[in-house]
């Protein structure tokens, strides 16, 4: 039982270290104000890693929005909202990316 609890556990890490790795190297991309390659890794955080993913879903949101590409950011900020203890930011940024997109009734 032993034995084949050692490889799952490396696994897992390695898994985690993968995951904290590409939420790092997001990160620094981000920091460069360089959003459009941080997309990519913010978006493997997502698919992968569970515990990051409310913060990336943000740093997503905002890559887009300040990509100017707000028909994505209004996708993303309306799944950042979703999660209860959003930052009030957020609502803002998703009023402003659907209003963006021609739909100020419900960005009101």
């Known amino acids: 039982m032993e034995k084949r609890l050692l490889p799952l556990l490396a696994f897992l890490l ?5 995951g904290t ?3 790092a190297k997001a990160n620094r991309l981000f920091a460069r104000f360089d959003y459009t390659n941080a997309i990519p ?3 493997k955080v ?3 890693n569970k515990n990051s993913k409310t913060e990336a879903m943000q740093r997503l949101a905002d890559c887009y929005r300040l990509t100017s590409n707000f028909t994505d950011a209004a996708t993303w900020y309306g799944k950042v909202v979703e999660n209860p203890g959003a930052d009030p930011e957020n609502y803002y940024y998703y009023g402003q990316a659907l209003r963006s997109n021609g739909n100020s009734k419900l960005a009101l």
């Open 41 to 43: 890794f913010y978006k």
């Open 14 to 18: 390695i898994i985690q270290f993968e």
């Open 21 to 23: 790795a590409q939420i």
């Open 46 to 48: 997502i698919d992968k």
